[in-house]
């Protein structure tokens, strides 16, 4: 089994600050993990992914994630958030054994001006 | 290339009528999958298919939810007879039949139930 946990349901953050959305997850076998992002009446876009070897894993839009075996996260980052990363991000999970990917709630993050 | 393509964009049907949504996956690639997406449920699998072959159903909310890929090119999910709880953003995404492969989602088609 496999599943994803999003313990925020939303996240505000000033212009320019940083910006974290936390996820953890739980797989039976080898993690791989996905970063999504879903705008208002859009599909989800692809950011990053972790797959093996670093732990930090940089995708598009400045936007990177750290993975964290011990503690079964994969957090994701941006150093200096804009007013247009404001979406709707999911962290999802696939453990290896198929191609079934597990998504999780969903953060709303706010970056005010 | 064009991406997943899925129409119609937005459905708004009677109670009881049948309602069909399609899906045009990227060329090349593998997978499809059927997702919903509610504000109660998040996002759910339906359904998804390898090569054209369904391969994990289970979650398929009821017999009304039936879905069907004819080709590489094409999938439709169908829903007879619609009800109000069917109302949602339905997405089809596909992807490539590599296991770290992403998804690649079409914008989705917001069924509205009356």
């Known amino acids: 089994a496999q599943s994803v946990a999003q313990p925020e349901d939303q996240v505000n953050v000033a212009e320019g600050n940083p910006l974290t959305v936390k996820c953890t997850y739980s797989v039976s076998g080898n993690p791989y993990l996905f970063w999504y992002v879903q705008y208002p009446n859009r599909g989800l876009q692809f950011l990053l992914k972790y797959i093996t070897g670093d732990n930090l894993v940089k995708g598009s839009y400045g936007f990177e994630a750290e993975f964290n075996k011990s503690q079964t996260s994969f957090h994701l980052k941006k150093p200096s958030a804009l007013v247009s990363d404001s979406a709707l991000y999911f962290c999802?999970?696939?453990?290896?054994?198929?191609?079934?990917?597990?998504f999780g709630a969903g953060t709303t993050v706010t970056v005010r001006a | 290339d064009a991406g997943v393509i899925q129409s119609p964009r937005h459905e708004v049907t009677e109670m009881g009528q049948e309602v069909t949504l399609r899906c045009k996956p990227i060329?090349?690639?593998?997978?499809l999958f059927w997702y919903r997406q509610t504000m109660m449920r998040g996002l759910e699998l339906l359904i998804y298919f390898n090569n054209n072959v369904p391969i994990d159903d289970s979650g398929m909310p009821e017999d009304r939810f039936s879905a069907k890929m004819p080709n590489a090119s094409f999938s439709t999910l169908k829903i007879q007879p619609s009800e109000p709880r069917d109302s949602a953003v339905y997405f089809c995404?596909?992807?490539?039949?590599?296991?770290?492969?992403?998804?690649?989602f079409g914008n989705g088609t917001r069924l509205t139930v009356t």
């Open positions: 999802a999970v696939r453990d290896g054994t198929d191609y079934k990917l597990s």
């Open positions: 995404a596909s992807s490539l039949h590599v296991i770290n492969s992403p998804l690649h």
């Open positions: 060329s090349g690639h593998d997978y």
